[in-house]
């Protein structure tokens, strides 16, 4: 409950604030976004499977964000950057796509 | 975190990925707090506070990132289609004020033909025609270039280097060509050659008199009858059939007969200008490029 509320409150900060990212942080907001969805999706099916912590919660969100970014960093620095942000979004995607699937089969038994 | 010393990793980190995709942590912390008990007091609750900012900030990023991607993309397609819209803009203006410009031309050479005797009218038509100035009418050959299939790997975009397309220096040397084989008249896609007329390149579009012609390219000259004979025995015509073979350029050269050229653009004088009392210039030798 408080967590949805907390994501709710976040979301009207954004709409209310308005802010404009630096253009030297843009690269990596689509990918620190997936990043983030991997430890939200992470978080709920924790949550479900009775084994939610906190602070392991806050340690993989940062640390999702942090190195996504690092890896998009290195990736332009090294002029793989595209390819390495791909590589990052299938791992993250593959990592959502089974925490959904096992919170799908708790929520409707399918 | 966990003061599991020996905890294994699994040696395929795909097929752990597939099938385990929740943190591991999450499993040390459950088995900690089995241990130990819940954390509780002030330590806890500061836990869960700054879970809740966590959760805060991710909803704020989906925002910016949503708001980021929404303001960039209208903005650089409407740029886009703004650019296109000035072009096809501008490129009717132009093709308007052109055909403004050949009416007026065609008006003041029927008024000139209807001031000068037979003789003189006779004699400017000639020069006007030699110059590239009027419409001229004749036997002669059509030249077509065109690249080469795309050699490029439609799935990988892989490809070699683009050898087979027509560049700017082709067209210059089929027009040197058959100017050296006779030609008194030259047209590139229906363009008249003038002595002034450039043949250049701009990015990967070539343009003739800055105007850009597309492929396939199609030369036309007139000019005397064994001009298709010479062409094909100068050095440019051996170098297209070599570069047909080898990187599959089209090339053709034909004899047409009754062949219509168009008059060029008025010649843009710059820094000269038409001496005050006209002398009659004596017809000199056939102008060259």
């Known amino acids: 409950m408080i967590a949805v509320l907390a994501l709710a409150v976040g979301v009207v900060l954004g709409v209310l604030l308005d802010p404009t990212v630096p253009a030297a942080l843009q690269p990596y907001l689509p990918i620190a976004v997936v990043a983030a969805l991997d430890a939200v999706f992470g978080g709920v099916r924790a949550r479900l499977d009775g084994i939610f912590d906190d602070k392991q919660f806050v340690i993989s969100f940062i640390s999702n964000v942090l190195v996504a970014a690092l890896i998009v960093y290195l990736g332009d620095q090294l002029g793989v950057g595209g390819q390495l942000s791909t590589g990052v979004v299938v791992v993250l995607g593959v990592r959502i796509f089974g925490n959904v699937a096992a919170i799908r089969r708790r929520l409707f038994k399918a | ?289």
């Open chain 2, 1 to 289: 975190m966990s003061d599991d010393k020996n905890r294994v990793y699994a040696p395929d980190f795909l097929t752990e990925l597939f099938r385990n995709p929740l943190d591991q942590g999450y499993a040390d912390a459950a088995k900690h707090k089995a241990l130990t008990g819940e954390p509780r007091g002030w330590r806890a609750a500061s836990v869960r506070v700054v879970s809740a900012l966590t959760l805060v900030a991710v909803g704020f990023l989906l925002v910016v990132a949503y708001k980021q991607t929404m303001a960039d993309e209208p903005s650089r397609s409407q740029a886009r289609a703004g650019l296109v819209d000035q072009i096809e803009q501008r490129q009717d203006a132009t093709d308007d004020l052109q055909r403004a410009a050949d009416g007026l031309r065609d008006e003041v050479a029927r008024q000139r033909d209807a001031v000068l005797d037979d003789r003189a009218a006779a004699l400017l038509r000639d020069q006007e025609a030699a110059a590239g100035l009027a419409r001229v009418r004749g036997d002669g050959v059509e030249v077509r270039l065109d690249d080469a299939p795309d050699a490029v790997d439609a799935v990988t975009g892989a490809g070699k280097q683009d050898l087979g397309r027509v560049l700017d220096r082709d067209l210059q040397e089929v027009a040197n060509a058959l100017w050296s084989a006779g030609a008194e008249a030259i047209s590139i896609n229906d363009q008249r050659l003038t002595a002034t007329s450039t043949i250049r390149a701009a990015g990967s579009a070539i343009l003739v008199d800055f105007r850009p012609v597309n492929r396939p390219y199609v030369v036309r000259a007139i000019g005397p009858d064994d001009l298709e004979d010479s062409f094909e025995d100068s050095d440019t015509a051996r170098l297209f059939r070599a570069l047909v073979e080898d990187e599959g350029m089209s090339f053709s050269v034909r004899q047409v007969d009754d062949l219509t050229l168009p008059a060029a653009s008025d010649p843009h004088l710059r820094f000269a200008s038409p001496s005050p009392t006209a002398t009659p210039t004596p017809r000199t030798t056939e102008g060259g490029k």
